[in-house]
Every structure is written in structure tokens, then in C-alpha cells.
């Protein structure tokens, strides 16, 4: 599996998906935990209502917290209004005009009331920022039951579809005066479907509703015995409960229509999702099945010499890693490239000591013209332009001082390595070894996945979620056929038998020294064949398995006669007369990946409804309760 391109893959749609639903870690909303509602009715038609906000502030500054209620239909009028934090009463102030300035903040720790456009304001004044806390608001509405000739109605909207913020769970309780029975205490409620409400006795109701979303209502209808509001001053002179139950019952059955609609798209959404998935998982076995990698003709254990000599170590290591990028390394084929310079005489290598400590200097030939160097390929050239760079100061330049050099350039270097890695490719991709029919299956399953992911999502949003099961099953099938799209881009015949040579070749690195019955190459061939071990990742152990085999190496002589003729003798020189404290080819692998790691780093920092009245679901319909609460912080 080519798991660093399904790996970006899926982080990529994780991010798309972040900021479709809107969701940011780093800055929550300010939403209720829990809102609670305790509701008493009085003998004379007041109500008394105690909510309870259970606050998460965000990471932003909040300053006031509101409460609104509408007056529009008001028969009586709000008093007794109280707001407090815990044990912590606020203390009324009067603001006179400032309150209606939506910028304006009071003293902490006080409250104010104002009407303003029919509705009244309750506010409070805080300082809060990444906590939570819980408020208490309580008032006093008057004459809120009206009182008819066959029943008395309370008819309340707690919350308006203006409440600014989002609560997960809505609690409430209603106690009305005794004497009422189950025959003569009915109620109703209107909002959310999934919302719940039902009596307690013949005295109490109870109601919920979980997830409460900005833009819904949440109001109470009740029908209660006359006898039970013997001091109502509230009273209209008619018969009015045959036409609450007539209301109640058009609400509930608009209400249960709709649930079983919903009921059906659910079933159809999640059979599709189903579907959806299966057809992901089956174009993906069907892809890979359909593009498996070519036969080879020589299908060889050992390669014993380079199989192309015309290509770099970085357009090599493309096709060395095609089948698995994750693997591959670009400290490794940076360090193979600087190795090829130095094979090429464009750079040359020697001993450096720095407080006593001997460090690799990198020197720049003065034997090679302007027109030798231009006429290196790109990818080359880049590296070359980075070493370049970096001797300016002293003529030359130490592993330390690479590191170095890179922290004060690092959107330079990052540009010259990023250079190397897209000529590379380019050069890679012009010797045509990709199947182009496997890449044009590849790209466009990529697109069409792509288009099915956006409208699934688009799906989710327009509904509101409603329809979830099917966007969720053709996102999920869509991923599936990405990563498999990556799984069938394949080598044509040509470039598998090129990438079969090139890992026997690998393979050849690895266990020459055991394989007496071949001839053992020249020792000059390794100056060449270590560069491309080095982007293999496999320098070190070749080095080991050079010093066993070649006998020479193992008088000092040889070495003084040699080292200034190739950098791989001088290496094997240092790694000798230094030993563990001098491992120039680790060195240079570990130079090279800190380098790499730090230019990307550093130049990224900158950069069901009862229509009777005996409780049971919500119903969706409703509206006309007073009330019509909004509220939230700002």
C-alpha cells in the first residue's frame, strides 16, 4: 500500500470534513451543557418560572448574558425578576439608554431590565473566558393562565427560535395547583421531534428535549380545570377546549406524518449508505483485481551492476520506492546526491577539526567551468547551488555548518531540495515506465470520488442531518476508492522490468559478501554503486561488507596511496583511523535528514405526538405561545 499518499489522503478529507461541519477544537462555541426549567402555577394565574443555565464558555471574552421575552400577547406583566451565580445574588442597576447599545458593558456582578422593541432584556454583567458556570434566572409572570368557561390554558414558548445558542439537554417541570384529575389535565409541546412530554400525577409535567439547536422553539400548551385558578383575573368568556384539542390533534397528526416520512427516508437513507459502501468496497476489489503489476520477463534475484547509468540517484529513487514512497527517504537521496557530486568531481570532501573534534568538510572543486555545471541535471544542480551557497563564507563547509546554514536559509533550502525532488520526478516521469491507462483509471476515480464526497456532504448540511446514513456510506465507499486508486497505478512492461532490475540490484548490496560464486567486482565499481546504496538507505551496511571482502582495505598503505582519489576511499580512511567516532556516511545520512526536516519546519512556522393531551412526543407545529424567549452571552 502506498501509505504516505493514503495517509495525506485521508488527512486532507479529515480537514475537509472539519471545516464543513464547522467543527474547531482550538475555539468551541459557548453553548449550554444543560438548561432547567422550574415552573409553578398559582391559584391566581401567575407563573413563576426559575431557569437554571449550566454555561461552557469559549475561549473568547463574554461580558453580558441575556434573557428576552416577547410582550407581544401579554395579558399580564414580568416582575420579581432575579438573577444570580451560586449563593451570589447581582445586584439591579439602572443603565437608562446605555443598555441598548449591544456593545455596552455594566459593572460586573449587577443586572438590568429594559423593553426595547416590544420585547423586555434581561441582562447580566460577567467577565468569563474558557470556564463554566451555572446561572440562575427567576420572574414573575402575571395572569399567564388564561382562564375560559370549560378550561384554563397556559399556552408559553420557553424558547424562540431567536435563543442564540445551542443546549444539549432541555429539562423542564410544570406543577400546577391541586384538584386537577388525568381526565381534565392535559398537555402538549411543540418544537423538535425528538422532544418528550408527559404528566407526573395529576399535578405535574415533565419535558425534554435533547440537542436543542439555534433556530428551534421549544413552547408548552396545557388545558387545566378551571376550579384549580379560583383568583384569575385572566378570564375570556367562551367555550375553548374543543378548540385546543381540535389544534393539538391537526399538530400531532402534521407531526406523526411527518415522523413516519422520516421514518421511511431513514430506512431508504440508510439502505443506500449501505449500498453506497458495498459499491466502494467492490470498485476497489474490482480495481485492483482488473490492475495488477505486469509480469516481467527477467525476473532475476541479483542484479551485479548499475541497471541505468543515465539516471541520478533521485530519479533512480523513484523508481526504486514507486511501490512504496512511504520508504523512501529524502535525507537518503539528498546524501546520495551530494556523494554523486563528489563522484564527479564537482565537489570534494575532507578532514575538519573543530575544537578538537573531527568534523566532514565539504569543498567545492575549482577545476569545473560555469558550462560544467549548467550542464548538470536539475535535480543536481539544486544540491550543488545549496553547497554552493553554504562554502561562501569560508570556502567550505562542515556537517554542523550545513545545519546551520540551513536555519538562516531555510525557505532557500527548502526551495533548492524541493527543486531536486520535482526535476527529479519530471525526469523520472519522461522515461514513460507508468502505465498511463492505470493512471488515467486512477485520476479519474480521484475526481469522481471527489464530486460524490462534496454533494454527500452538501447532502448532510441541506438537510440538517436528516440524511445521514447515505452521504456517511458514499464518503466512506469514496475513500475506499481513492486509496485504492493510489493501490492500481502501476509500472508499464518496461518500467517493472526496470524496477525488478533495480531491486535485485538493492538486493546485490546487500549480500555480495556471501556470494562466493560470483566474481567479486572491482573495488572502483563501489565509488558508483554507493551512491545509489545511499539512496537505497543501505551505505552503512555496504561499507561493512566492503572492508570484509576487500583485503586490501585493510592495510593503512592502501589508504594513503588512495584517499585523495575518490571520496569513497577517503571515507573508508576516516572510518578507520577514527572508528566509531568518525561514521561519515551515518554522518552524512543524519545531516541530511535534519536538514531536510528543519527547512520544511522552519519555513512552514512562518509562514410520535398525542393529539388527546395525555403526553408523548413534541409536535412540530404550534407558534403561537407567548413568550417567544430568545437569549444567549456576547
Same mark, same amino acid.
Given at each position: 500500500m502506498k501509505f504516505k499518499h493514503s495517509l495525506k489522503l485521508i488527512i486532507f478529507l479529515v480537514a475537509i470534513l472539519t471545516l464543513v461541519l464547522g467543527v474547531n477544537v482550538e475555539a468551541r462555541d459557548t453553548h449550554l451543557k444543560r438548561l432547567d426549567f422550574n415552573i409553578v402555577l398559582h391559584e391566581n394565574g401567575d407563573m413563576t418560572v426559575t431557569e437554571t443555565w449550566d454555561v461552557s464558555f469559549s475561549e473568547s471574552q463574554h461580558n453580558v448574558g441575556f434573557r428576552t421575552i416577547d410582550l407581544e400577547g401579554l395579558a399580564g406583566e414580568i416582575i420579581d425578576i432575579r438573577v444570580s451565580q451560586g449563593s451570589k445574588e447581582f445586584t439591579f442597576a439602572e443603565y437608562g439608554e446605555n443598555v441598548h447599545d449591544p456593545d455596552y458593558k455594566g459593572q460586573v456582578g449587577t443586572f438590568s431590565t429594559h423593553v426595547y422593541n416590544n420585547e423586555l432584556w434581561i441582562e447580566w454583567y460577567i467577565n468569563e473566558f474558557d470556564s463554566e458556570k451555572t446561572y440562575t434566572l427567576s420572574y414573575r409572570v402575571t395572569d399567564a393562565v388564561t382562564v375560559y368557561?370549560?378550561?384554563?390554558?397556559?399556552?408559553?414558548?420557553?424558547?424562540?427560535?431567536?435563543?442564540?445558542?445551542?443546549?444539549?439537554k432541555v429539562t423542564g417541570k410544570i406543577t400546577i395547583p391541586q384538584g386537577a384529575n388525568e381526565e381534565n389535565f392535559r398537555v402538549w409541546a411543540h418544537g423538535p421531534l425528538n422532544g418528550t412530554i408527559s404528566r407526573?400525577?395529576?399535578? =405535574?409535567?415533565?419535558?425534554?428535549?435533547?440537542?436543542?439547536? =439555534?433556530?428551534?422553539?421549544?413552547?408548552?400548551?396545557?388545558? *387545566?380545570?378551571?376550579?384549580?385558578?379560583?383568583?384569575?383575573?385572566?378570564?375570556?368568556?367562551?367555550d375553548y377546549l374543543d378548540t385546543i384539542l381540535e389544534e393539538e390533534q391537526k399538530y400531532a397528526d402534521e407531526a406523526n406524518a411527518r415522523r413516519k416520512k422520516l421514518m421511511i427516508i431513514g430506512i431508504v437513507d440508510l439502505g443506500v449508505g449501505v449500498l453506497a459502501l458495498g459499491f466502494g468496497i467492490l470498485a476497489s476489489i474490482l480495481l485492483n483485481a482488473r490492475y495488477k503489476r505486469h509480469a516481467v520477463v527477467d525476473d532475476v534475484e541479483y542484479y551485479r551492476d548499475l541497471p541505468d547509468k543515465t539516471m541520478t540517484p533521485a530519479q533512480a529513487s523513484h523508481l526504486y520506492f514507486f511501490y512504496n514512497q512511504a520508504k523512501r527517504n529524502r535525507g537518503n537521496v539528498v546524501s546520495a546526491t551530494i556523494l554523486e557530486l563528489a563522484r564527479q568531481k564537482f565537489i570534494y570532501f575532507d578532514e575538519v577539526l573543530e575544537k578538537d573534534k573531527p568534523d566532514l568538510g565539504i569543498y567545492i572543486s575549482t577545476d569545473k567551468s560555469e558550462d560544467d555545471i549548467n550542464a548538470l541535471s536539475q535535480d543536481l544542480k539544486s544540491i550543488y547551488d545549496l553547497v554552493r551557497d553554504a562554502c561562501k563564507e569560508e570556502g567550505f563547509v562542515t556537517l554542523k555548518g550545513l545545519e546551520k546554514h540551513t536555519s538562516r536559509n531555510a525557505f532557500k533550502v527548502k526551495g533548492q531540495i524541493d527543486s531536486m525532488e520535482s526535476s527529479s520526478k519530471m525526469d523520472f516521469e519522461r522515461r514513460n515506465y507508468?502505465?498511463?491507462?492505470?493512471?488515467?483509471?486512477?485520476? =479519474?476515480?480521484?475526481?469522481?470520488?471527489?464530486?460524490? *464526497?462534496? +454533494?454527500?456532504?452538501?447532502?448532510?448540511?441541506?438537510?440538517?442531518?436528516?440524511?445521514?446514513? +447515505?452521504?456517511l456510506g458514499f464518503i466512506i465507499g469514496s475513500i475506499i476508492a481513492?486509496?485504492?486508486?493510489?493501490?492500481?497505478?502501476?509500472?508499464?512492461?518496461?518500467?517493472? &522490468? &526496470?524496477?525488478?532490475?533495480?531491486? +535485485?540490484?538493492?538486493?546485490?548490496i546487500e549480500d555480495f559478501s556471501m556470494m562466493k560464486e560470483y566474481e567479486v567486482p572491482k573495488l572502483v565499481m563501489w565509488e558508483e554503486y554507493m551512491v545509489y546504496a545511499a539512496m537505497m538507505g543501505k551505505a552503512e551496511k555496504a561499507v561493512k561488507q566492503i572492508r570484509t571482502v576487500y583485503k586490501e582495505l585493510q592495510d593503512p598503505q592502501y589508504y594513503d596511496t588512495h584517499r585523495s582519489s575518490s571520496y569513497l576511499f577517503f571515507f573508508m580512511y576516516m572510518n578507520s583511523t577514527r572508528g566509531g567516532s568518525f561514521n561519515s556516511f551515518g554522518n552524512i545520512t543524519k545531516t541530511f535528514n535534519n536538514i531536510n526536516n528543519s527547512a520544511t519546519r522552519l519555513s512552514q512556522s512562518r509562514n410520535v405526538s398525542s393529539g388527546g393531551g395525555f403526553g408523548g412526543g413534541f409536535s412540530g407545529g404550534g407558534g403561537g405561545g407567548a413568550g417567544r424567549g430568545g437569549g444567549g452571552f456576547r
Open positions: 368557561n370549560d378550561t384554563a390554558e397556559l399556552y408559553w414558548q420557553f424558547l424562540g427560535t431567536n435563543f442564540s445558542m445551542n443546549v444539549n407526573e400525577g395529576t399535578d =405535574t409535567c415533565l419535558f425534554e428535549v435533547k440537542n436543542f439547536n =439555534t433556530g428551534d422553539m421549544l413552547e408548552v400548551r396545557l388545558a *387545566m380545570p378551571v376550579e384549580i385558578f379560583p383568583n384569575s383575573s385572566n378570564t375570556v368568556a367562551k507508468v502505465d498511463s491507462k492505470s493512471e488515467h483509471v486512477r485520476n =479519474t476515480v480521484l475526481v469522481i470520488s471527489f464530486l460524490v *464526497m462534496f +454533494a454527500a456532504f452538501a447532502t448532510m448540511i441541506t438537510t440538517n442531518f436528516y440524511v445521514l446514513y +447515505a452521504p481513492m486509496i485504492s486508486s493510489f493501490e492500481i497505478l502501476r509500472l508499464n512492461e518496461e518500467g517493472e &522490468q &526496470q524496477f525488478v532490475y533495480w531491486k +535485485a540490484f538493492g538486493k546485490f
